[in-house]
């Protein structure tokens, strides 16, 4: 079997990469926390891999998410940047064949109610995502179903109080403001009016509005330097193109979904390796 390598970087920014990492058919993308000499940024990074950690182990039971993973050989690998790593620098987890929403052509009638769905199913895990308004943490499998990627800023609620409701209302909010977007201005499959569920914009919710005000200040600091410039996100742009409707899925309750990691089969959804 041929040894693990860096097969690209995905994403890289001041608290660290993201790295797809291969060793012969084997796919996993690993996060990297930056090197020592980013001190503040390194101490969020690691806060912040531990929280996708703990995401993660809750919802193993999950399909159209990422898998914690242990794997010695690949721990062992050198980042793309040359350090050797420790455990507690990097986290593996399973890589989900396909494409950022952003990059999609192709769209089946119903996936935006299956990311609803799959959103509701998240928080029946108590687990919310937090970082949902960002398109290219949304994918479309190879097989055309949601998945959700970067559990970075998500959060593990033990009971379902005020905190745990506002952030589930905020994630279906960013849902709906995605759905919107792709089905308003005639381009709802078939090219009708918008889809129903789109119009149900949710309001933000208190949590939303203080991390906006305080949060996201604090986090860009450190993500992107002070006076750094924040890259901006990719977006689809207003112009287009926009993906073509294919028929719906319809629900299976994940029992047929292609395993997370493995070669999906060859419908066409996704182009290559996901990535910003
Ligand atoms: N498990 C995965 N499977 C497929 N692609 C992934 C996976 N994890 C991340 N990616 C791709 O890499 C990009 C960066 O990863 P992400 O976890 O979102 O990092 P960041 O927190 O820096 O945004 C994602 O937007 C996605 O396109
Ligand atoms: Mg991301």
């Not at 033990?158 to 759905?179: I, M, P, Q």
Request: hydrophobic share 40%; with cysteine; proline share 7%.
């Amino acid at each position: 079997m041929e040894g693990w390598q860096v097969e690209r970087v995905l994403k890289s920014d001041r608290f660290g990469s993201v790295e797809l990492v291969r060793a012969g058919d084997r796919r996993l993308v690993r996060r990297v926390v930056c090197p020592r000499r980013r001190p503040a940024s390194r101490a969020l990074a690691r806060v912040l891999m531990a929280r996708e950690r703990r995401a993660l182990a809750e919802i193993e039971a999950m399909a159209g998410v990422p898998h914690l993973v242990e794997e010695a050989a690949a721990a062992a690998l050198a980042a793309a940047d040359g350090r050797v790593l420790a455990p507690a620098e990097q986290v593996l987890r399973t890589w989900i064949a396909g494409a950022p929403l952003q990059r999609a052509e192709r769209l089946p009638a119903d996936y935006f109610d299956l990311l609803e769905a799959l959103v509701v199913e998240l928080h029946g895990h108590g687990v919310c995502h937090n970082d949902l308004h960002k398109e290219q943490n949304v994918l479309v499998a190879e097989d055309g179903r949601p998945a959700l990627v970067d559990f970075q800023l998500a959060s593990v609620h033990r009971g379902r109080g005020a905190l745990f409701t506002s952030r589930a209302r905020d994630d279906v909010r960013h849902v709906r403001k995605h759905r919107r977007r792709y089905t308003r201005d005639g381009r709802a499959p078939g090219g009708g009016a918008e889809a129903a569920g789109a119009s149900r914009v949710v309001r933000r919710s208190w949590v939303a509005a203080a991390w906006r005000k305080l949060g996201k200040p604090v986090y860009n600091l450190l993500a992107h330097g002070p006076g750094g410039r924040v890259p901006s996100e990719e977006w689809r742009p207003e112009s287009g193109p926009w993906p073509v409707w294919t028929p719906p899925l319809g629900s299976t309750a994940g029992e047929d979904r292609v395993a997370a990691g493995s070669p999906g089969p060859e419908t066409g959804y996704g182009s290559g390796p996901a990535a910003r």
